[in-house]
T-cell receptor, first 113, second 112 residues
Framework: DVKVTQSSRYLVKRTGEKVFLECVQDMDHENMFWYRQDPGLGLRLIYFSYDVKMKEKGDIPEGYSVSREKKERFSLILESASTNQTSMYLC????????????FGPGTRLTVL | QKEVEQNSGPLSVPEGAIASLNCTYSDRGSQSFFWYRQYSGKSPELIMFIYSNGDKEDGRFTAQLNKASQYVSLLIRDSQPSDSATYLCAVSGGNAGNMLTFGGGTRLMVKP
């Protein structure tokens, strides 16, 4: 079974704080993704990565950065958290070749006060 | 114009009935189609995927793809209250390449 884990289920931070969200997958997948999900807006892609040290912007990268130093780990960084970044953050991983299937982690519900 | 469209619902069906969930997409070059189930407060869980025109069955679930009409549907037979969730349609290929483009989801309610 594919396992994607995220460092926290719930997180509360203050405006201006630097926030790290960690994601780890155990299936040797090349692709990893960060999404946010908001009511009425659906799933929106923030950043993705096809390989170690490689990153690409998704649809809404502003205010975020990412890091992928190891194949199994993909981190999302909020450099200076703002209240409009309060959301559910979902990490996903998938194989690069043969299928575009993505498997999701449990999600982190981030509240920025 | 949204690239992947779903009726947000809620779609309400009685227990034991067939639930029919529909999804249309705009990119004619799309090649892969996925259905995810998402319970409230949880993350999306893959139910099934389909690549070719026609039907694909997996237990109580059947995915149907019609590329000419650009729609994909999910049928759930013998619906159970535990099927109550939001169902997300996702599409890849075409202009999106390997990326998944998600619809907004349809909320299904199965009433006992």
């Amino acid at each position: 079974d594919v396992k994607v884990t995220q460092s926290s289920r719930y997180l509360v931070k203050r405006t201006g704080e630097k926030v790290f969200l960690e994601c780890v997958q155990d299936m040797d997948h090349e692709n990893m993704f960060w999404y946010r999900q908001d009511p009425g807006l659906g799933l929106r892609l923030i950043y993705f990565s096809y390989d170690v040290k490689m990153k690409e912007k998704g649809d809404i990268p502003e205010g975020y950065s990412v890091s992928r130093e190891k194949k199994e780990r993909f981190s999302l960084i909020l450099e200076s958290a703002s209240t409009n970044q309060t959301s559910m953050y979902l990490c996903a991983s998938g194989l690069y070749r043969g299928t575009d299937t993505q498997y999701f982690g449990p999600g982190t519900r981030l509240t920025v006060l | 114009q949204k690239e992947v469209e779903q009726n947000s619902g809620p779609l309400s069906v009685p227990e034991g009935a067939i639930a029919s969930l529909n999804c249309t997409y705009s990119d004619r070059g799309s090649q892969s189609f996925f259905w995810y189930r998402q319970y409230s407060g949880k993350s999306p869980e893959l139910i099934m995927f389909i690549y070719s025109n026609g039907d694909k069955e997996d237990g109580r679930f059947t995915a149907q793809l019609n590329k000419a009409s650009q729609y994909v549907s999910l049928l759930i037979r013998d619906s159970q209250p535990s099927d109550s969730a939001t169902y997300l349609c996702a599409v890849s290929g075409g202009n999106a390449g390997n990326m998944l483009t998600f619809g907004g989801g349809t909320r299904l309610m199965v009433k006992p």
